[in-house]
Structures are given as C-alpha cells and as structure tokens.
C-alpha cells in the first residue's frame, strides 16, 4: 500500500538521521572513525577462535579462514556482517592513502577512495557473515587496487 505523506515522512526522517551522523562525521572525524572501529561482536568470535584484530590487511585474510560458526544463529549474522564491514572499512580507512569514511543521506555509512569511488563495506560485510563472498581480503584488495 502507497501512503504519500508517509513516505514523505519516513524519508524525512531518515534523511535528518544521515545529517547527524554526517555532522557528527565533520565535527570528529577521529572520534567516528574510532566508533566505527569497536566491533565488539566480531572481535569476541575472533577472540574465541584465538585470532587477535590488529586492523591490518592480514587480520582481514585471518577473519576469511575462520570456521562460520555464527551462521547457526540467523540473528546473529547480520550484526555480525556489519561489525564486519566496519571492521573491513576500518582496515581501508588506516591503510589506503587517501580513503576517508563519509555518510550517505540516508545515515549509511560509506569509504570513499582517493579516487572518488565509493563502497558499501557494511554490505560488503554482511555478504561476508551470510555466504562467506566476498571475501573481506579480496574487497580489501580491489580498494587498495583503486
């Protein structure tokens, strides 16, 4: 069902939600890259699987080996897969001259290369934790190719 000024409402708010976290972005650009950073939920099953996150390149080839023990709990997989994609985008951000997190209107959060592509690493990420592709090392690779 179509309803006009509902529509109009909700991409009202969705577009003031994307503001704040842009402006939030702006203002502290640090601070929100260190938000984006924590990951709790994938470093603790990182953790129990003895690898330690360390934010580099090779953490992301460790993370592609681990046994996918989390798609037993479909509840658990899509906030797993977006820790993953923050962690995937954190990974990019520190270590691809360049590349920057920005927000998208909607309050989505993106890395932008040097070269002014974008990715969705939060998707990136939950692909990643439903069907293990693509592979957080190969989207990695094809950033830093960029």
């Not at 179509?2 to 601070?31: M, S």
Request: aromatic share 8%.
């Amino acid at each position: 069902m179509h309803i006009p000024f509902l529509a109009n409402w909700l991409n009202r708010h969705e577009t003031e939600q994307g503001a704040g976290l842009a402006v939030a972005l702006a203002d502290d650009p640090e601070g929100i890259a260190e938000l984006f950073s924590e990951c709790e939920m994938l470093r603790a099953q990182a953790r129990s699987a003895g690898l330690e996150l360390d934010q580099t390149p090779g953490s992301l080839e460790a993370l592609d080996q681990l046994m996918p023990r989390w798609r037993r709990d479909p509840e658990a997989v899509p906030w797993l897969g977006n820790d993953a994609g923050f962690y995937l985008g954190t990974v990019v951000v520190r270590t691809v001259p360049g590349t920057a997190w920005q927000v998208w209107p909607n309050g989505r959060p993106m890395i932008r290369l040097e070269s002014g592509r974008e990715l969705d690493v939060l998707a990136s990420g939950v692909s990643w934790a439903m069907t293990g592709s693509p592979e957080l090392s190969q989207a990695y690779a094809e950033a830093s190719e960029a």
